[in-house]
């Protein structure tokens, strides 16, 4: 794929023709401002407020999302201006996306480098600045290299895992869940990720489980296998007979991909997103602005679940340790984190694993839901030294869920071990208990963490472990209650059923 697109690139040039256009988009101011959608949000998933899992339709959101009609129309005239093409309008009406000369005077440098991974964004041109908050482009119209995908081969320590030990550790019933008419979950791939039903049928087979229904909205070609087939062969396992949707992009891009996700009707309620980076390789701008792609989501009755990385706490060093280095999406504060730990071979008791990602978010600030949590965390336990992380950021993980040693059919039979093995296993439990509220006639969980600190406890505290990179002086301590490298531990399926009920 890579060599393809270099070679059309190429060929342009050969034939000196200046044509070569870059995909961009817009962020437009909305009729609301971003603080009363965060204000809707927390009014919607947190216990004892009225409007407490009141989630708002597709169409009530867009009221709220679009940008005013004259804005709109100031925005395409300006596009069609300068000779924009393939000018498309989001559903929720506050993106424009289109291409463009690569050569358009229209817009100004970039004032910061190009980020290693996602979007670049450009200055907003002088004459949209009362419509547009954010323009963005993929960078260079060359194509990005692959995030590392969150799951990593090699000798991991702790007892080897499958949808049997899970379910058994976790008191996760195998029972299908209750068939609800298009009921569905959503795991997110990127970048040439692909997977075979014949795969997802062979692991089924092995563990005497019923076949699931996986449909595909986005690119099922490329021919990487290593996230996809672990991703889908343990969310549909876990939370049998759920519809999970693969749903793809070629970019790193939240914004298309929620895009893709509001085109599944009905949307999927629980999404699993087990793709991810270091903040210090994305563009601030780009991570604000995604961030509020997930809090439409939450706000129509999603749950989202990210993973928080598998190099602990992250570096920006390269030959020293430099400063601690987070993984986005997950310190998106509209997501739900989570970490990795694995199960000690000698005593079976979950123990947090060094590579969890853990620590807190560069960009991101702690939201009200956490504080608490956080403040017991750093006034009780020994930290790392101040200068290495944020204080007063969000805090990763939220949870955690066993990561090390997953059984996985690609054509053969291997392991693969990392927080990307966590966040399908939780996201399925939590299918599992949004299946049951649908068939009682109650609204799905929508965005849980508010609720998740209010209980405080979600089944397993993991008191153990921690995540020091090597080269850096420590890393985050596990300990009781939450802390920056297990959140508030592992789930027990009626522990973390009885949290949310609330
Ligand atoms: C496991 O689930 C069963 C059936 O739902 C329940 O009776 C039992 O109390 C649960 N055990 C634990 C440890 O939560
Ligand atoms: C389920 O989805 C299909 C296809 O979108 C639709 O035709 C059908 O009416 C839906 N059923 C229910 C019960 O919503
Ligand atoms: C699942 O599909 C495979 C391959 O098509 C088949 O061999 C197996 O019997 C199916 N399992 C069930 C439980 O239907
Ligand atoms: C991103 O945001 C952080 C926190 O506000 C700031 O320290 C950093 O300089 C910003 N980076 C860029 C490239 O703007
Ligand atoms: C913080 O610690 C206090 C005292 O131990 C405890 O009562 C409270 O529940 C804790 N809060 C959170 C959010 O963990
Ligand atoms: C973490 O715990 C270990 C002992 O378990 C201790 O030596 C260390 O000082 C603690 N704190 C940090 C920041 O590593």
Request: hydrophobic residues 35%.
């Amino acid at each position: 794929m890579v060599s393809v697109t270099l070679f059309a690139a190429a060929l342009v040039c050969l034939l000196g023709v200046s044509v070569q256009a870059v995909e961009m988009s817009m962020h437009l101011v909305s009729k609301v401002s971003p603080e009363f959608l965060h204000a809707e949000l927390m009014a919607r998933s947190t216990p004892g407020s009225s409007r407490f899992r009141q989630h708002m339709s597709q169409a009530e959101l867009k009221r709220h999302t679009e940008a005013s009609d004259a804005c709109t129309t100031a925005v395409l005239h300006w596009l069609d201006t300068h000779g924009a093409t393939d000018v498309r309008v989001g559903s929720m009406g506050d993106h424009v996306f289109f291409s463009i000369a690569q050569s358009d005077v229209a817009f100004s440098a970039p004032s910061a480098p190009a980020p290693r991974f996602g979007r670049q964004s450009l200055p907003v041109p002088h004459d949209l600045a009362d419509c547009v908050r954010y323009v963005f482009r993929a960078t260079s119209g060359t194509p990005q290299i692959p995030k590392k995908r969150n799951n990593v081969k090699g000798n991991f320590p702790g007892m080897n895992q499958d949808p049997l030990t899970i379910a058994a550790r976790y008191n996760v019933s195998h029972d299908p869940i209750p068939v609800i008419a298009n009921f569905s979950q959503g795991v997110a791939e990127f970048e040439g990720e692909q997977f075979y039903q014949s795969n997802i049928d062979a692991f089924n087979t092995r563990y005497g489980l019923a076949n699931n229904t996986i449909e595909v909205s986005g690119p099922n070609k490329g021919g990487y296998f290593g996230e996809g087939n672990l991703d889908l062969e343990y969310i549909q396992s876990i939370a049998a007979s759920a519809t999970t949707w693969w749903i793809a992009e070629k970019d790193f891009d939240f914004t298309k991909w929620t895009e893709n996700v509001l085109s599944i009707h009905p949307m999927p309620l629980v999404l699993s997103i087990s793709w991810g980076s270091g903040e210090s390789g994305f563009d601030n701008v780009t991570m604000e602005s995604e961030s509020e792609e997930f809090r439409k989501l939450g706000l129509l009755g999603a749950t989202i679940f990210s993973a928080s990385g598998d190099q602990g706490t992250g570096t920006t060093g390269f030959f020293s340790c430099g400063t601690f280095d987070p993984t986005w999406p997950a310190t998106s504060p509209y997501v739900t984190a989570v970490g990795g730990t694995y199960a000690n071979s000698q005593t079976s008791e979950e123990v947090s694993w060094s590579g969890s990602g853990g620590g807190f978010s560069t960009v991101f600030a702690a939201p009200s839901y956490q504080q608490s949590a956080i403040h017991n965390y750093t006034s009780t336990t020994a930290l790392p030294p101040a200068e290495y992380f944020t204080a007063g950021g969000r805090g990763v993980p939220d949870v955690a869920a066993l990561s090390n040693n997953f059984e996985v059919y690609s054509y053969g039979w291997g392991t693969e071990t990392g927080t990307s093995a966590a966040t399908p296993t939780f996201a399925a439990i939590v299918t599992r208990i949004n299946a049951q509220r649908l068939s009682q006639q109650k609204p799905s969980l929508g965005f849980i963490n508010p609720t998740l600190y209010s209980v405080g406890h979600i089944g397993f505290d993991v008191v153990s472990g921690n995540n020091q990179v090597s080269g850096c002086p420590a890393g985050f301590n596990a300990t009781v209650g939450w802390d920056a490298i297990s959140g508030l531990g592992t789930p027990v399926f009626g522990v973390l059923d009885a949290a949310l009920s609330g």
